[in-house]
């Protein structure tokens, strides 16, 4: 099986597209190879696997956790359709601020690398969606922290202008606000 990588706007944000085998009986792909990640420059032991249901105009986000125990991201829509963000927050990275984005569905079955010094978020764009996605490190409350997903100085244009939000992203900071231990190197 093989597997297309593509770097986006934000080189270190890698769409992955995965070989699809199609036949009367169904479908077969491979989600994760590590030799052919490592060969395409994704070399994150992943410790953690998450799954998460939402509605129609879901929005979570945009969420990441503090080095130490800052966080890589491989996700994927199982069923559905997302909106997926990343959000460059390397203090000294030519693109901090800047964001980048990739519809992932259950259709495409497309992924999107996130690695660590990122904001990750997404908006469920069909009735419902299942996403899962693997974890570098595990979830650690201490370190969680989050920007407002329509701070201005981001600009993100997302597909919903209402969306369904939980009351703790409701009330992350805008990002001249946020706790940010990132640089462009990796290293607090």
């Known amino acids: 099986m093989a597997f297309t990588f593509k770097r986006l706007k934000i080189p270190e944000i890698i769409l992955i597209e995965p070989q699809q ?44 956790q503090l ?8 996700v994927m829509a199982l069923r559905g359709e997302v909106f997926d963000v990343a959000v460059d927050l390397r203090r000294s990275s030519p693109t901090y601020g800047h964001w980048v984005s990739a519809t992932l569905s259950s259709e495409t079955l497309r992924m999107l690398y996130i690695p ?11 009735q419902q969606a299942d996403v899962v996605y693997k974890m570098s490190t595990e979830y650690s409350p201490e370190q969680e922290r989050g920007v407002i997903w329509n701070d201005p100085a981001i600009g993100i244009i997302w597909p919903v202008t209402q969306p369904v939000l939980s009351a703790k992203d409701m009330t992350l900071p805008l990002l001249a606000e946020a ?3 990132f640089d462009y ?3 607090k």
């Open 21 to 64: 085998v199609r036949d009367e009986r169904g479908m077969f792909m491979e989600s994760y190879k590590q030799s052919e990640f490592i060969a395409n420059g994704i070399s994150d032991r992943f410790v953690q696997d998450n799954y998460c249901h939402s509605i129609y105009g879901t929005l979570r986000g945009l969420h990441y």
């Open 67 to 74: 080095e130490p125990n800052a966080q890589a991201k491989l």
């Open 116 to 126: 660590n010094g990122f904001a990750h978020g997404f908006c469920v764009m069909s």
């Open 179 to 181: 706790d940010i231990n």
């Open 185 to 187: 190197e990796g290293k």
